[in-house]
């Protein structure tokens, strides 16, 4: 109801505007900043099951029996039932990172079986015809055990299955792996381990991962899901979050050392988004680490990204225990952020350059930037960044630091921080806007009187959100419409702001905490709301030089509710315009380029539109809002083109 109100007074605002010519005017010769090569880029959280559940491919949940409850995900099943076949034992004394492992007994001298049977996440996706690497770590004596793997479709049937006789092992740790091919799809599969024969075997990462992961790296992420976000060509890649940096509490924060080197050693940590909200509870969530900070690395490798890690400044999320280090005991957070430069860059001799090596990346991650801290405020949030500064750049006086101005852009705590930190010349304001709609189409203008200094602007995480009943909020067209039309206004200012990200980036439509998302998934399927397909616009059209656009001498910026901004792009040659058309009718704009060395050929037009305000794409229909490409007429000194209604256009013009 009030979304639709909402609308209603947008629609009455806008239907006001006269028809009329319209003349926008580009001078092509007078570029009056840089475009940063960083300007559009993803943000990263394990959130809404994005990476365990999500981009990080393990299909077997709770592997290693380290959840709050050792056997959630597991269904033991014996016949007949005897008590102590299977236990949880715990060896902290020896093993603090992967304390737990299953002990399963099968009397000796009797032939018996029982089963294990994992649930995965919301079920496992199973494709068919696909290879599946099923793993895990076992220690027996003497056994006569053998394992029979299957994965069941929702009816239970086997679609895939493989034996296995691990050898006995003298009671050390061994790996066991085998590959088989499932023969069926199911989006709600699962994986039934029968053990049969007769001994003791304990075991421990009982894992399952698709043979189609990215780049085939065993252990790997979701090609599907890393695909997308290759096809944006992002600038950076900021993670591992977000609030999840921050942590409930000091003890549950991120620590990226505990994320590094071999899996099984990875400590399991509880996600800060299995209780925070109390309508959305996710008792199953924890982050197990596969993918960890120098899979980020590679991660951002990979699809060509600067990586942005963002570390904790010494104190836990403002909003839930909002605990702080002693300023005289910041050292170690102090430690670990000089330590991950030296992880990511420092030489193979160097201490964490030779994890780095070790781990199979003698070559330096030329990390170039850093975040301390993520949505912290106040007085304590600036004492302790002044130290992570001073020590910094004492020893990396390049390196930059990205700095929170707190959690929204307005108000006592961001005028409080936005001042501090200038004052600091800190690299980048890393600002955060989750607001409706009509705040977006508003606030075009926001960086137009922003100062031109030292101190940049990073959009750190964004997103509009549509009136619904909460939790609810949809990636709809108005929402994404809005967006495209506030980020003219950014690329305007790409002399202000050098980063931008939508956030968040990945939702699982069964394992979602926060909504909208850029990027929605199943167990089989991954599609881009309208607002990713924004973002991608603009990221894969974003020019190198701003070029000064007006309408009537102004820049444009919601009159006749048109919103537009200009980029040349000198590798290619061309002049790139965007324009958002928010009116519910077509509207004609003439276009003058003066300084151009020879006239304009050819145009050509990539257009998102729907006059449905309320659409979205769906796993049905993923593509129901979706980039249309078409070549344009372009002829005379002052081309005319047609802006559908409620439209995004991007026109390269050559
Ligand atoms: O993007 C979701 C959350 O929004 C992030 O974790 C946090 O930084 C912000 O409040």
């Not at 030296?342 to 001799?349: L, R």
């Not at 910094?392 to 852009?409: L, W």
Request: with cysteine; glycine share 8%.
């Amino acid at each position: 109801m009030k979304q639709k109100l909402q609308i209603l007074i947008f629609l009455f605002l806008a239907l006001r505007v006269p028809a009329q010519d319209k003349l926008f005017k580009i001078a092509v010769d007078k570029p009056v900043a840089a475009i940063a090569p960083t300007m559009y880029g993803v943000f990263f959280e394990d959130i809404n099951m994005g990476a365990d559940g999500g981009i990080y491919a393990e299909l077997v949940k709770n592997r290693s029996f380290e959840f709050f409850r050792p056997l959630m995900g597991w269904k033991v099943e014996q016949e007949p039932h005897r008590e102590g076949a299977v236990l949880v034992l715990n060896r902290k004394g020896q093993n603090t990172n992967n304390p737990r492992f299953l002990r399963v007994t099968l009397q000796p001298g009797q032939r018996q079986a029982l089963s294990l049977t994992n649930e995965g996440f919301r079920g496992m996706g199973i494709k068919k015809g696909l290879y599946y690497d099923f793993s895990f770590m076992y220690a027996s004596m003497e056994s006569d055990i053998k394992i029979r793997v299957s994965l069941r479709n929702a009816k239970g049937q086997a679609i895939g299955e493989a034996a296995l006789v691990p050898p006995a092992t003298g009671g050390a740790w061994k790996k066991q792996e085998i590959r088989f091919a499932a023969t069926d799809t199911e989006e709600k599969a699962r994986l039934k381990i029968s053990i049969e024969g007769s001994g003791v075997i304990d075991l421990d990462m009982i894992s399952l991962f698709p043979g189609d992961t990215w780049k085939g790296r065993k252990g790997g992420m979701r090609a599907d899901m890393v695909q997308m976000l290759a096809d944006m060509k992002p600038g950076f890649i900021r993670f591992p979050g977000g609030c999840i940096v921050e942590g409930f509490d000091l003890s549950q924060r991120y620590q990226w050392k505990k994320t590094i080197g071999p899996i099984e050693e990875r400590q399991l940590l509880i996600n800060r988004w299995n209780f925070e909200f109390a309508h959305r509870p996710a008792p199953d969530y924890f982050q197990t680490f596969g993918l960890g900070f120098f899979e980020y690395f590679q991660l951002a490798e990979d699809i060509g990204a600067e990586p942005l890690p963002i570390l904790n400044c010494g104190m836990a999320c403002q909003f839930n225990s909002a605990e702080l280090v002693p300023l005289d005991q910041l050292d170690p957070y102090i430690q670990d952020a000089l330590d991950l430069i030296e992880f990511a860059n420092g030489a193979v001799t160097s201490t964490w350059g030779k994890i780095r090596s070790d781990m199979g990346h003698p070559e330096p991650f030329h990390l170039k930037m850093m975040g301390v801290g993520n949505e912290n405020w106040g007085p304590q949030y600036l004492e302790r960044l002044q130290l992570f500064q001073k020590a910094i750049s004492a020893r990396y006086p390049d390196f930059k630091i990205v700095a929170s101005s707190g959690t929204g852009p307005e108000g006592e705590r961001f005028d409080l921080l936005n001042r501090g930190l200038r004052a600091m010349n800190i690299d980048f304001v890393d600002e955060h806007y989750y607001q409706p709609p009509q705040w977006f189409f508003g606030n075009a203008k926001r960086y137009d009187s922003y100062p031109r200094t030292a101190t940049k602007v990073f959009a750190g995480e964004y997103a509009a959100h549509p009136a619904g009943v909460a939790p609810e909020k949809k990636n709809n067209w108005l929402a994404a419409l809005s967006v495209a039309a506030f980020l003219t206004g950014v690329e305007r200012n790409a002399a202000v702001v050098e980063m931008a990200s939508y956030a968040p980036l990945f939702a699982h439509t069964e394992g979602w905490q926060w909504s909208p998302d850029l990027i929605w998934v199943n167990n089989l399927n991954v599609w881009g709301t309208p607002d990713y397909y924004v973002q991608k616009l603009y990221s894969l059209n974003k020019g190198s030089k701003v070029l000064p656009l007006t309408m009537n001498d102004e820049v444009v910026a919601g009159q006749d509710s048109l919103y537009a901004s200009a980029a040349l792009d000198e590798h290619t040659g061309e002049v790139i315009l965007k324009v958002v058309n928010a009116l519910p009718r077509a509207q004609s704009v003439s276009l003058s380029l003066t300084g151009l060395k020879k006239p304009a050929t050819i145009a050509r037009l990539s257009r998102l539109q729907s006059s449905d305000l309320y659409a979205m794409n769906s796993a049905e229909h993923p593509r129901a809002i979706y980039p249309e490409e078409i070549a344009i007429p372009w002829s005379g000194k002052q081309p005319s083109i047609t802006l559908m209604p409620y439209s995004f256009n991007v026109i390269r013009i050559k």
